[in-house]
């Protein structure tokens, strides 16, 4: 099984209008109050969703063209709990 590359979310932010790139445990850390630190360290005041995404933020663009090879630990693949309860 090879290494899971990091999930990234694209949010609009609200106060530059640029889309920026979110990973995900700064999104489940910050889903409550609609704030969200960016992979580029701008914290981003996310747009409503029915607006069309923005330009991509060049430093974030930066960040993640001159990020090195991610070292994710593999995830083990787990059973569904309905299966194994009878």
Same mark, same amino acid.
């Given at each position: 099984?090879?290494?899971?590359?990091?999930?990234?979310?694209?949010?609009?932010?609200?106060?530059?209008?640029?889309?920026?790139?979110?990973?995900?445990?700064?999104?489940?850390?910050?889903?409550?109050? !609609? *704030? =969200?630190?960016? &992979? #580029?360290?701008? $914290?981003?005041?996310? %747009? @409503?969703?029915?607006?069309? +995404? !923005? *330009? =991509?933020?060049? &430093? #974030?663009?930066? $960040?993640?063209?001159? %990020? @090195?090879?991610?070292?994710? +630990?593999?995830?083990?693949?787990?059973?569904?709990?309905?299966?194994?309860?009878?």
């Amino acid at each position: 099984m090879s290494p899971v590359e990091p999930f990234l979310v694209h949010i609009r932010c609200d106060t530059d209008g640029y889309t920026h790139a979110v990973t995900e445990d700064e999104f489940a850390a910050g889903r409550h109050d !609609g *704030r =969200f630190r960016a &992979v #580029c360290g701008h $914290v981003v005041l996310a %747009a @409503p969703m029915i607006e069309a +995404p !923005g *330009r =991509f933020d060049p &430093v #974030c663009r930066v $960040v993640l063209r001159d %990020a @090195p090879e991610p070292s994710v +630990p593999r995830q083990e693949r787990r059973r569904s709990r309905w299966r194994t309860r009878r």
